[in-house]
């Protein structure tokens, strides 16, 4: 069996990362996605570009630079100085902003995808009935793109609990601070506990299969429909 000390607390800080990261990403990528889906700049080439980035970018190449970005040294944290803050770096708020940029494609891509396949008609047909753009949204566009916020949802959820790369640079691992279930797995294979690391493994493999058989649950059901 797993040991139970410090698996709580890691669960918790693993599930809370996840939600928290979750919920300000849909918050973010959802005027990002349809920027990038119905915009005409010249630079949605690059922005697509740069929020792709982490999909293909090693983990600890994107974590290095957070790690320096949310230093005591770095001319960002100039922000943070009034209440008190001077480094981000291993803390529960410094590993909800490096997964924001870790899982940004995850969110960005499939709802973007959603709000492309509208079709153009029917906003231009809630344009001619002189809806505002804050009803068209919720009337038209948010019916037709729920799915992509499902997928988009599900995708950034699964892929934070299974993030290491990132959060090992930016958070270490301090117990009950910002210690998640990948660097306990990590921890436990180190300390040869190879019984105990394979439980906890072989429940995020459980885990990632159930999300995998949602999303192709909902693809069929998508068809059918």
């Known amino acids: 069996m797993v040991s139970s000390e410090g698996l709580g607390d890691a669960i918790h800080i693993t599930l809370s990362l996840a ?7 849909l918050l973010i990528a959802t005027p990002l996605a349809w920027w990038l889906a119905r915009g005409h700049s010249v630079f949605k080439d690059v922005v697509t570009a740069i929020t792709t980035l982490p999909i293909v970018l090693p983990p600890t190449v994107l974590g290095f630079y957070l790690l320096v970005a949310m230093g005591p040294n770095s001319p960002l944290m100039v922000l943070f100085e009034p209440f008190g803050i001077r480094t981000l770096n291993f803390t529960f708020t410094g590993l909800v902003i490096g997964s924001v940029f870790y899982s940004l494609p995850f969110a960005v891509q499939p709802i973007r995808n959603a709000f492309a396949a509208i079709d153009p008609k029917q906003l231009d047909v809630a344009s001619s009935l002189s809806a505002s753009r804050l009803r068209t949204f919720f009337d038209v566009v948010m019916p037709q793109s729920r799915r992509g916020f499902v997928t988009a949802a599900l995708l950034v959820f699964a892929h934070t609990i299974g993030e290491f790369g990132v959060v090992l640079m930016i958070g270490g691992s301090i117990p009950g601070k910002t210690e998640v279930i990948s660097i306990r797995i990590y921890q436990l294979v180190e300390q040869l506990r190879w019984g105990e690391a394979h439980q906890l493994a072989a ?3 459980l885990f990632a299969f159930v999300i995998i058989m949602t999303l192709l649950w909902m693809d069929r ?5």
Request: charged share 15%.
């Open 203 to 205: 429940g995020l493999a």
């Open 19 to 25: 939600a928290v990261t979750t919920v300000l990403l």
């Open 221 to 225: 059901h998508r068809a059918k429909s």
